[in-house]
């Protein structure tokens, strides 16, 4: 049985191996322009700061601060690697299609372009969303709400964890037709299959952008809303790649 498994587990080596030297030459270009990054990754918190400090006259003393020792020296690790992470995604689609192609018809083989560049889009289209439609309004809210009271001193360490967990999970989201459509090709749902499973669908979205976003429920519906029309298209992808035929 392992002697099955090792040309598989050879390609896959190769495959992680290809993937990690894409990032670690990333990740090394990041750190050296982290600062620009960085200034890209903390704009919609500053933007925040300004806003509720514009109303709330406490909120005017709202600073982004570090509690480490070497919290600079993390902070830019951290963006970088973040960054890599971004700029690797099509690398990454295009040596997970390489490693599963062998197991492909000759003309599912021919998906390739759709897969990288479709997943690339799309992923990329759930970060801007993220970042220029969610965060704004999810940071301004949180950091608005109690500023009467307190002062908001962020933790840069804990933003960027808490920064990188939207986008991230607005990236893989916005996958979601990409996926429902190589499973029709596959033939493995339909346009029937995927409305009778709509209901369940709605409520793991739900689950999923209260697991990924702040404990509000405005950032959870700009992540649900967007999730529920991707899943109406999708069904739209499915009926016309494997549309439900009735049993005679």
Request: proline content about 5%.
């Amino acid at each position: 049985m392992f002697e099955s498994l090792r040309p598989h587990l050879v390609e896959l080596r190769q495959r992680l191996i290809v993937i990690v030297l894409t990032m670690v030459v990333l990740f090394i270009l990041s750190f050296i322009y982290y600062s620009p990054i960085l200034e890209w990754i903390t704009q919609p918190l500053n933007d925040a700061l300004n806003s509720v400090g514009n109303i709330m006259e406490n909120a005017q003393e709202g600073k982004v601060t570090t509690h480490q020792v070497g919290g600079a020296f993390f902070v830019a690790m951290k963006v970088a690697f973040f960054s890599s992470l971004l700029l690797s995604m099509p690398v990454i689609l295009w040596q997970i299609w390489k490693f599963v192609a062998p197991g492909l018809y000759e003309h599912e083989k021919k998906l390739v372009i759709p897969f990288v560049v479709g997943g690339s889009v799309m992923f990329a289209l759930g970060i801007l969303f993220a970042y220029y439609i969610v965060t704004p309004f999810g940071f301004e809210f949180l950091i608005a709400f109690g500023s009467e009271n307190f002062i908001p001193y962020i933790n840069i360490e804990d933003y960027l964890g808490f920064f990188m967990k939207i986008l991230f999970g607005f990236g893989i989201a916005f996958e979601l037709p990409i996926f429902i459509m190589f499973l029709a090709i596959m033939g493995l749902v339909t346009d029937k299959s995927l409305i009778d499973f709509f209901k369940y669908a709605v409520l793991i979205i739900f689950i999923f952008a209260a697991i990924l976003t702040p404990p509000d429920v405005l950032t959870q519906m700009l992540m649900a809303i967007p999730l529920i029309l991707l899943y109406a298209i999708s069904i739209v992808i499915a009926k016309i790649i494997n549309p439900h035929k009735e049993e005679e």
